[in-house]
C-alpha cells in the first residue's frame, strides 16, 4: 500500500495563485503517472493535469496555458495562476501505474480545499 498525500490548498482572490504539492510514501519503479483531479459541488472529478515518469504531460482544457505540473520521482505538484471563481473544488492527488507485468497499482489523497473568491 503506498499512502498519498497532498498540502497546499486553501483561500485565494480571483487572479492569484496557488501551488499544491503531493508526495507518495514510496516511488514505484514502473511505467507510472501522477497527477492532480479536482471534483467541485454538485460535479463529476475531472482530470486537471497529469505526467507520466517520461515527464510526458496531459492538461484539461481549463488548465491549459494557467497550471504547470513538475514531478520529481514519487513527489508531483501543481502551480496554479490566474486561479478563477470556477477553478473552486477538491483537488485529489493521484498516483496509478504498472509496478510489475500486468498488475496494476491505482492511489489517491484525502484531497485539498481550493477556494477561489471572486
Known amino acids: 500500500q503506498v499512502h498519498v498525500e497532498e498540502s497546499g490548498g486553501g483561500w485565494v482572490q480571483a487572479g492569484g495563485s496557488l501551488r499544491l504539492s503531493c508526495t507518495a510514501s514510496?516511488?514505484?519503479?514502473?511505467?507510472?503517472?501522477m497527477g492532480w483531479f479536482r471534483q467541485a459541488p454538485g460535479k463529476e472529478r475531472e482530470l486537471v493535469a497529469d505526467?507520466?515518469?517520461?515527464?510526458f504531460t496531459t492538461y484539461s482544457d481549463a488548465a491549459k496555458g494557467r497550471f504547470a505540473i513538475l514531478r520529481d520521482k514519487n513527489t508531483v505538484s501543481l502551480q496554479m495562476n490566474s486561479l478563477r471563481f470556477d477553478d473552486t473544488a477538491v483537488y485529489y492527488c493521484?498516483?496509478?501505474?504498472?509496478?510489475?507485468?500486468?498488475?496494476?497499482?491505482?492511489?489517491w489523497g484525502q484531497g485539498t480545499q481550493v477556494t477561489v473568491s471572486s
Open positions: 493521484n498516483y496509478r501505474g504498472e509496478h510489475a507485468v500486468g498488475s496494476f497499482f491505482d492511489f
Open positions: 514510496r516511488n514505484i519503479v514502473g511505467p507510472t503517472t
Open positions: 505526467i507520466n515518469n517520461f515527464g
